[in-house]
């Protein structure tokens, strides 16, 4: 972190400025589709797709995939309960700032758009992300299911000389 001092307006202005076009320069957006890396890191699940125009989905991956997940959510539960337990004001000091800052901090840490109704919409998310996940196997696992039920049938028909 660099530091920068600043004597009047003038100066904050100026560097303002500065780190404004600093900013601006190292910004990066996608240009195209291309541009945009794969996905990575823990929870991924591979989906193997090849020219028979199916998609195959591991059971065991996801099952992973959920675990981790349910693993991140416990996390943000924790963080949450930190913050709920750092949510009672602290009084002002001597500064002549003091006032202002119990006032900023007062926004960033309640309950309506501080930093635990961040991780309560996190949790949601999460929650619903969780939710899809686990419709996605069990809606894949009762399709095999059904498939080979439905192919075992098929398979005795044919070993019975294709009597019903």
Do not use: C
């Amino acid at each position: 972190m660099s530091s920068h001092r600043v004597s009047d307006w003038g100066d904050v202005r100026a560097l303002d400025k500065k780190l404004a076009k600093g900013a601006h320069k190292s910004s990066h957006h996608a240009q195209d589709a291309s541009s945009v890396h794969d996905p990575s890191g823990a929870g991924t699940a591979e989906l193997v797709a090849e020219d028979t125009g199916r998609i195959e989905l591991d059971p065991d991956e996801i099952a992973a995939a959920d675990a981790e997940l349910a693993k991140r959510h416990d996390e943000l539960t924790g963080y949450l309960h930190q913050a709920e337990q750092l949510a009672s004001p602290l009084r002002d000091g001597n500064s002549p700032v003091a006032e202002h800052l119990r006032k900023a901090f007062g926004v960033r840490g309640s309950t309506d758009a501080g930093v635990q109704a961040v991780l309560r919409q996190y949790l949601e998310e999460l929650s619903a992300l969780r939710g899809a996940i686990r419709a996605a196997s069990d809606g894949q696992v009762r399709q095999e299911g059904d498939a080979q039920d439905a192919l075992g049938a098929l398979h005795g028909r044919t070993d019975d000389g294709g009597q019903a």
